[in-house]
């Protein structure tokens, strides 16, 4: 095992001190693993917590910042946070407008996030939640009870901190986060499996040569394995799985998400097809993003995430975001 690391046992730990170090706007406490932007809390807005296992970075700790959420909760390496960092969290970005929890369908993230809302409102906070659950590729697998949460909560954060950052009513904030959900679908193809600093070798056994259709996140089995296939060939299948499930009446906004050891210069390349398979289908594109946005540590792969938008989902899409690891318009 290679990894630029000192030791397992306090590898979330020395992320978040070189998060601290790396961005002033954001508050890391280390200690108790919560990550919060600055200005928290701003008056009568909206707060977003989400949180969930490290090893996904940027997802969620770089999503922290104006226009996206203003507290996270990491884990352990693949390891839901515990209620107290959520309670934490929740505590020190309300306003006195409510909170909203954004969950990823994995059972640990579920439970604790519930039972982080009931702690968190016995305080006084308000709290409301929406799951995630784009997966298209299998329902009730490894860690999930349905489908499972992937590249959509980047969507929902994004366009749920936008009408937060608006000055939106919690009411209103949730529901919108319902539809980004409720209008959104991923599928994740592995080339290679990721190897967890704890475990020092891989997560599972994916052949030389082969590689699996649908793959969670944590290296979760997917729909089936298969020979090395072309870019073109995993577009077609990707995509193809993704539309028989959404057929969208809308233009979508297009996520080509890396895994965290595939270079840009793949994905690029196989954006181009998934592009082509879309524009074959007469589904138009809205917006496009490509890069390593919800990893899974040092795997080799990508994921595709579409989401149907209306003007008003569009807008919000496209209104200033400033985190580390998205940024635009500010």
């Not at 409102?121 to 308000?126: R, Y």
């Amino acid at each position: 095992m290679k990894m630029l690391i000192n030791v397992t046992e306090t590898v979330v730990a020395d992320a978040l001190r070189g998060m601290a170090a790396a961005h002033p706007e954001l508050v890391v406490d280390v200690e108790n693993r919560v990550i919060v932007r600055r200005d928290a809390p701003v008056a009568e807005k909206v707060a977003l917590v989400s949180g969930g296992g490290s090893g996904h970075e940027p997802l969620h700790g770089g999503f922290v910042g104006p226009g996206m959420l203003d507290a996270a909760c990491p884990g352990e390496v693949f390891t839901s946070p515990v209620p107290d960092q959520m309670v934490r969290a929740a505590a020190a970005v309300d306003s006195g407008s409510g909170v909203l929890f954004v969950v990823k369908n994995y059972t640990g993230d579920v439970l604790n996030f519930q039972m982080a809302a009931e702690l968190a409102e016995d305080e006084g906070v308000q709290v409301a939640s929406v799951l995630v659950n784009d997966d298209v590729a299998v329902t009730d697998s490894t860690f999930t009870a349905g489908r499972r949460g992937t590249g959509a909560t980047l969507f929902v954060e994004k366009i749920a901190g936008a009408a937060a950052e608006e000055g939106m009513p919690l009411e209103r904030v949730e529901a919108l986060a319902r539809r980004v959900v409720a209008s959104s679908r991923s599928f994740g193809v592995a080339l290679s499996a990721c190897t967890t600093p704890a475990k020092g070798s891989p997560t599972f056994d994916l052949p030389a040569g082969e590689l699996e259709l649908g793959v969670g996140i944590h290296g979760e089995p997917g729909r089936e394995r298969r020979a090395m296939m072309t870019s073109r060939e995993i577009a077609d299948f990707a995509v193809e799985a993704i539309l028989e499930d959404l057929e969208p009446r809308l233009p979508v906004l297009m996520l080509v998400n890396g895994m965290g050891a595939t270079p840009l210069l793949e994905l690029y390349g196989f954006s181009a097809e998934v592009r082509r398979v879309l524009d074959e289908r007469k589904v138009p594109v809205a917006r496009t993003l490509v890069g390593n946005y919800v990893t899974s540590l040092d795997m080799a792969g990508c994921s595709v995430s579409l989401c149907q938008v209306d003007g008003e989902l569009l807008q919000l899409w496209d209104a200033p975001v400033e985190t580390p690891g998205l940024r635009w318009g500010r």
